[in-house]
Every structure is written in C-alpha cells, then in structure tokens.
C-alpha cells in the first residue's frame, strides 16, 4: 500500500497558506519563518535597506560548513543554490532545484 505524506505551510503571520519557509539571522540568532509571498517579499523590502551595506559571513572559502538537510531528506537548498552560484552553475533561485545540481552538489560534498 502506498502511502503519501502532504506537507501543507501556514503563514505565521496570517494562518492563510504560506508559499516558503524564509531563514534570516540576528544578533547571533538563526530564524525561520513560513510566509506567503506577499509576507515574504514584505520583510525581504524591510530587510534590504541593511542588507544592501551588510557583509555577508557565510559560505566563506575555506571555512567549514555544515550541511542541513531538508525535510523531504535531500540537502538544504540553501546551501545548494549557494554552492552552484560559487561554482558558476545557473540554479533558480525560488522553488525546485534541478536534479543534476543536486546530484553535483552531493558528488562534491
């Protein structure tokens, strides 16, 4: 018998459905927050004023990095989308990345 698990998101803000789960940082704190798309694109304009003159300190060459994985058991796309961009690959940078990046990716790590 197959059995088939749906994950459904709800905004946080809202409770209305949510389109992504958006990950930012402060003061040394990592967050996680499922948004639809207007809520997304809301805190991304409220955060772009600071982040346009921010340094960025991740993904660093060099420095160790720890691989998350996602709930489906693949890797975090995050860190995918930002391998393939250091290696000069095209990736989308919404939804599903392409197998074949992934398969790179994990032949890499």
């Known amino acids: 018998m197959a059995k088939k698990t ?7 803000i809202d409770g209305s459905e949510a389109s992504e789960t958006v990950s930012f940082a402060l003061d040394g704190t ?8 207007d ?6 304009e409220a955060l772009a004023r600071f982040t346009a003159d921010a ?15 996602s709930s489906q058991g693949g890797p975090d796309a995050k860190a995918v989308r930002q391998w393939a961009a250091e290696n000069g690959i095209q990736v989308n940078t919404r939804g599903r990345i392409q197998a074949d990046i992934v398969e790179k990716y994990e032949a890499a790590h």
């Not at 749906?6 to 946080?12: G, I, K, P």
């Not at 809520?39 to 991304?44: C, Q, S």
């Not at 340094?55 to 994985?69: A, Q, V």
């Open 55 to 69: 340094r960025k300190t991740s993904g660093g060459r060099g420095r160790p990095t720890t691989t998350r994985k």
């Open 39 to 44: 809520h997304a694109n809301e805190l991304r």
């Open 30 to 37: 990592e967050y996680e927050i499922d948004l639809n798309n």
């Open 6 to 12: 749906v994950v459904l998101l709800e905004d946080d």
